[in-house]
């Protein structure tokens, strides 16, 4: 019964993929939780892409980004030390 389960799952993700080729999930992820089938809303947002400058010469500059999966769930955040010519100069990131 688990098996067969586990086969329409599978097989119900790959035509949901088939219609909507974004779509972000596989069998395994709905397994897990199916909450992110209520958060998915198949709205195709622009993303901009944003190039690093280099601070001035002879200064550092810190970039940092955080990210979170839904309103309540899984955060971490990243942050990176560079020179004026874009040499890591230290990183740090953490899970939240």
């Given at each position: 019964?688990?098996?067969l389960f586990f086969l329409i799952l599978t097989r119900l993700c790959a035509w949901i993929k088939a219609i909507f080729s974004d779509f972000p999930?596989?069998?395994?992820d709905l397994l897990i939780s199916a909450e992110g089938l209520v958060c998915?809303?198949?709205?195709?947002?622009?993303r901009v892409l944003t190039l690093w400058n280099p601070p001035d010469l002879y200064?550092?500059?810190w970039n940092v980004d955080r990210s979170s999966?839904?309103?309540l769930g899984?955060?971490?955040i990243g942050v990176v030390l560079r020179d004026?010519?874009?040499i890591v100069m230290g990183f740090f990131f953490q899970s939240l």
């Amino acid at each position: 019964m688990t098996l067969l389960f586990f086969l329409i799952l599978t097989r119900l993700c790959a035509w949901i993929k088939a219609i909507f080729s974004d779509f972000p999930y596989c069998a395994l992820d709905l397994l897990i939780s199916a909450e992110g089938l209520v958060c998915w809303d198949n709205i195709k947002c622009l993303r901009v892409l944003t190039l690093w400058n280099p601070p001035d010469l002879y200064t550092l500059k810190w970039n940092v980004d955080r990210s979170s999966k839904g309103k309540l769930g899984p955060a971490g955040i990243g942050v990176v030390l560079r020179d004026h010519n874009g040499i890591v100069m230290g990183f740090f990131f953490q899970s939240l």
